[in-house]
């Protein structure tokens, strides 16, 4: 029990929060490096997607992919260095708590000895109470960090995304000629009016590849303009 008091235990007691405080500022700058990077990593397959919708589907395709796995790993990145920042939060408040305890302890075992001197039940309570927060402050973190993170690649959301792509450069065109775009105008028109119904079979029918060309062949319209 003396040992919190004094000697060389007792100095590394105290120095074991600034060890570990600077162990994860460490690791939170890095962190946050990395964030920085996958959201430059977003941009730069974006960008790439976009220029090569027109010329190479493949590659277009490929971009977005990547910019999805990009995605993935910042929200995990985002999620660790949040779960950093809560541990030297955690820490931090601890440490604060135990120096300021500390100080406590020292102005009241002076005083004790004035008057008589300092009861061992007083120091064990102490020490009991410090356990049970540093306890609570482990099971906070371990709470925050079981928490699942991400979700797989959905290649559909890649082909709305490619559409989105395509429909949101058409209007911006259209609209500046001041013409309203064709999209608008076909949802206007009766299924049988814009072509809509095939012979032979149904819409439900159509394979998914005639889809993506669909998609891709109105990029390409759009680039062309």
């Given at each position: 029990m003396w040992g919190w008091f004094g000697g060389s235990g007792a100095q590394k007691r105290r120095d074991a929060p600034k060890d570990a405080i600077l162990g994860l500022r460490q690791q939170l700058d890095m962190l946050q490096k990395r964030e920085r990077h996958l959201e430059n990593q977003m941009a730069e397959q974006d960008a790439l997607a976009r220029k090569n919708v027109a010329v190479n589907k493949t590659a277009a395709k490929a971009a977005?992919?990547?910019?999805?796995?990009?995605?993935?790993?910042?929200?995990?990145?985002?999620?660790?260095?949040a779960t950093i920042e809560q541990q030297i939060y955690s820490i931090e408040a601890a440490n604060i708590n135990q120096e300021t305890l500390l100080a406590m302890q020292k102005a009241g075992q002076a005083m004790?000895?004035?008057?008589?001197?300092?009861?061992?039940?007083?120091?064990?309570q102490t020490m009991d109470e410090l356990r049970e927060q540093h306890a609570l402050g482990q099971e906070i973190g371990e709470a925050i960090i079981s928490a699942p993170i991400g979700e797989p690649v959905d290649e559909q959301?890649?082909?709305?995304?490619l559409e989105g792509m395509e429909q949101e450069q058409i209007d911006e065109r259209m609209l500046k000629g001041g013409v309203v775009p064709v999209s608008d105008e076909i949802h206007r028109l009766p299924a049988a009016a814009n072509g809509t119904l095939v012979k032979g079979k149904s819409t439900k029918e159509q394979?998914?590849?005639e889809d993506e060309e669909a998609e891709l062949a109105k990029l390409q319209a759009e680039m062309a303009m």
């Open positions: 977005l992919r990547r910019k999805k796995q990009h995605e993935h790993s910042l929200e995990q990145t985002t999620a660790q260095i004790k000895k004035i008057h008589g001197g300092l009861t061992m039940d007083k120091i064990d959301d890649l082909e709305a995304e394979p998914e590849e």
